[in-house]
């Protein structure tokens, strides 16, 4: 069985950072396209990022490219979300995803598992 635990969310004020983290339990991680979404309230989950497995290729939605990064260490089961230069508008609830192969996408429909997601607030 699969189970995503995300960490890392909080209070930032605005042009701060935070790292997120997704452990992931089970042994075929490093064959999993993993991939990052966000949720306000009263909005759709949206992309945010994805990477391939292998520290293969990486995808970004407009909003966050050059800001965020996603990177994954397979021997720690890990993904992370590397945020810089956060603003107001990415308040939300983080959710980490994954799904078996190397095609990632942007749509939540692709992926299989999900984490319980971590709550990013950020202060003007």
């Known amino acids: 069985q699969v189970q995503l635990v995300e960490s890392g969310g909080g209070l930032v004020q605005a042009g701060g950072s935070l790292r997120l983290s997704c452990a992931v339990t089970?042994?075929?991680?490093?064959?999993?396209?993993m991939g990052w979404f966000h949720q306000a309230p009263g909005k759709e989950r949206e992309f945010v990022a994805a990477?391939?497995?292998?520290?293969?290729?990486?995808s970004y939605s407009g909003s966050v490219k050059g800001r965020f990064t996603i990177a994954r260490d397979d021997a720690k089961n890990t993904v992370y979300l590397q945020m810089n230069s956060l603003k107001p508008e990415d308040t939300a609830v983080y959710y980490c995803a994954g799904t078996p192969g190397s095609v990632y996408s942007d749509s939540t429909r692709f992926y299989d598992y999900w984490g319980q997601g971590t709550q990013v607030t950020v202060s003007s």
């Open positions: 990477m391939r497995p292998s520290g293969g290729s990486t």
């Open positions: 089970g042994r075929t991680f490093s064959r999993y396209t």
